[in-house]
């Protein structure tokens, strides 16, 4: 949910005087570095293997090509929907693993945790909402 509520202020103030694809490139080198950053305190080696690295450059591309999307749309939507749709991202992967579910034929994800995000993501857009009316709109 951290990083939900930060993707806007993040974008927002990575978009200002630059250009889209360098902002989500400079967003993702800072989060490279961070990870690093904290396998060196935790003393855990980084997996090398083949098969590792191939997922490390998919879902480095994917990551890369999904900001890249957003943050070219966020030229253009306002922030209040981006928000939005940063805060809804968890029940819509609750939804597609439920689907999932039925097509495996077994359970990934309980009933108990499915209430469990939905609750959440509610409580957390409408605190977004009311704090952004009440902290953030005041004049």
Same mark, same amino acid.
């Given at each position: 949910?951290?990083?939900?509520?930060?993707t806007?202020?993040?974008?927002?103030?990575?978009?200002?005087g630059?250009?889209f694809?360098?902002?989500?490139?400079l967003?993702?080198?800072?989060?490279?570095?961070?990870?690093?950053? $904290?396998? %060196?305190?935790?003393?855990?080696?980084?997996? $090398?293997?083949?098969l590792?690295?191939?997922?490390?450059?998919?879902?480095?591309?994917?990551?890369?090509?999904?900001?890249?999307?957003v943050y070219?749309?966020?030229?253009?939507?306002?922030?209040g929907?981006?928000?939005?749709?940063?805060g %809804?991202t968890?029940?819509?992967?609750?939804?597609?693993?439920?689907?999932l579910?039925?097509t495996?034929?077994?359970?990934?994800?309980?009933?108990?945790? %499915?209430?469990?995000?939905?609750?959440?993501?509610?409580?957390?857009?409408?605190?977004?909402?009311?704090?952004?009316?009440? %902290?953030?709109?005041?004049?």
């Amino acid at each position: 949910m951290a990083i939900c509520s930060i993707t806007l202020l993040a974008i927002v103030w990575s978009m200002l005087g630059s250009n889209f694809n360098f902002s989500v490139a400079l967003r993702m080198l800072i989060g490279l570095i961070i990870c690093l950053l $904290l396998l %060196l305190i935790k003393k855990q080696k980084l997996t $090398l293997t083949r098969l590792a690295i191939c997922n490390y450059l998919y879902a480095g591309i994917g990551i890369f090509i999904t900001m890249s999307l957003v943050y070219h749309g966020s030229q253009d939507i306002s922030s209040g929907i981006i928000s939005i749709i940063f805060g %809804l991202t968890p029940i819509i992967t609750g939804v597609f693993v439920l689907l999932l579910n039925s097509t495996l034929n077994h359970e990934i994800l309980t009933n108990v945790q %499915l209430s469990g995000i939905i609750i959440l993501v509610l409580i957390g857009l409408g605190v977004y909402e009311y704090g952004g009316k009440v %902290l953030w709109i005041k004049k």
